[in-house]
């Protein structure tokens, strides 16, 4: 079964796709492979999003949290906020200038030896650094 291999500049995350979220994976699948910045949320607390503005991915909410945990990958498909992936590093819930939203979990960071330090880095880097450069891609 194919994965997801995640660059941030020099911290790798290998991430697993999440069955309930199908019609998520098929709209994030079109999108690969996505090379931008990563930046820091200001609503969210503890996590970095990609924004994606005006893009409506056509896809409706499904396995859908506000409250993703670290490492849980999850897409907000536009609405009353702009489309956006959220990658959370710590505590956080996913949020915008006009209150709190809901986003579909559609691939989990693979834990392995540091994966958690290495995240925290990622929040890091991106609160006191700036954006970051993000590449996602997926291999078989």
């Known amino acids: 079964m194919s994965h997801l291999e995640i660059d941030v500049g020099d911290l790798h995350f290998t991430a697993r796709w999440e069955d309930a979220a199908p019609r998520t994976i098929e709209a994030i699948r079109r999108m690969l492979p996505i090379e931008t910045r990563l930046i820091h949320c200001r609503w969210s607390g503890e996590s970095t999003w990609i924004p994606y503005g005006d893009l409506r991915p056509g896809i409706e909410f499904e396995n859908h949290t506000s409250h993703p945990a670290p490492g849980q990958l ?35 960071i693979e834990p392995d030896d540091g994966w958690a330090e290495r995240l925290r880095e990622v929040g890091r880097r991106t609160l006191w650094d700036g954006a970051q450069a993000i590449a996602i891609r997926e291999v078989d």
């Open 74 to 108: 999850a897409m907000y498909p536009g609405g009353i906020s702009e489309c956006e992936i959220f990658v959370p590093y710590g505590a956080c819930v996913t949020a915008s200038k006009v209150g709190q939203l809901a986003a579909n979990h559609f691939a989990t």
